[in-house]
């Protein structure tokens, strides 16, 4: 790590406020900082910032979701950097804590152009990508739009578009924004992310809690943000979100250019964006497609092991650990949307 005197020190610290087990993992992630900083495009009105781990030569960016830092990959850079082969990028989307962006409308394309730019300010040539929900729309836009850029790429419970909140979601959602108590919407949040499954059932991951008991602990000994995005951040992620389509067209074109490896992960349970989904995207890229049973939204903090495991592993170019219980029949929204999607 450089010396401490080369760092931003503000956004740092964000890392001091977990406590018990949480600390831990955050105070290791704070020492393995190499560099930090905010890149400017001046001409877009945008600043990200962004922080690098590691200096391997493999170059690895992940992408959040709508409205998360950078944090919620904090366990996954962590065993990643058990191996001396990677270099990270981690970076906050427009809007989120010290990235900044005008007030205008946000399209998931703009975001992914958002990543190219970055990874040539860091001197990138190639680079291996992640990205979950929102961030998956986004790893799939920059499938389409640079793929020469690229050498890996996963997709964690993303879509290629048509992306509508059910009635459910749309519920939860509107009463967290609107929730004056910080518990209880954080209760309701990540009901709507983690599955039934691990709501109801002891978990190591939650420490042998159930899921429900675990996001009932204080904020600061959970894997979770200490602060919620402004509204208008929410609300221009969500239009992204909305407005996010990649055509069928789209994906055979550039499936076409593809000759790298895509991993697509998706929790079979989720209640934000439907499994149907993390199906079409592997179908029509030929992707290897890899189901989380019993898991939701969240799969890297619902099977964080496993998680981690995979992703190392296909980064490495390494044999994927057997899921025994892979899909084999697309369902029915995977098969009807090749026929009728353009």
Known sequence: MESSSNLLIAPLSRLDKKTGKEAHFSQRQRQAIRRNGIFSMEKKGVELYYELYGEGKKKVIFVCGLGDPMDDWR??????????EFEICLFNNRGVRESKFRNVRLTTSQMASDVVELAKFLGWEKINICGF???????????????????SAIIVGGSSGRFFPSSYMFKNVSKMLLSRNEEDAREILYKTKISDYHLEHPHPEFGGETGLEFIKRPLSELPFPEDRPPIHTLFAHCLACWTHYVSLERLNEAKKKIDYPILVIHGTDDKIVPFSHGEYIAKHLDA??????????????????????????????????????????????ATSQSSSSS
């Open 75 to 84: 366990r996954t850079v962590l065993s990643l950097l058990m191996h001396e």
């Open 133 to 151: 929900s929102m961030g998956g729309f986004i790893v799939t836009e920059l499938i389409c739009l640079k793929p020469d850029l690229l050498e």
């Open 288 to 333: 290897q497609f890899y189901p989380f049973h019993n898991c939701g939204h969240i799969v890297f903090i619902e099977e964080t092991e496993k998680f981690n495991d995979l992703v190392t592993r296909f980064f490495l170019n390494l044999p994927l650990p057997s899921n025994e219980k892979s899909i084999d029949k697309l369902s029915s929204f």
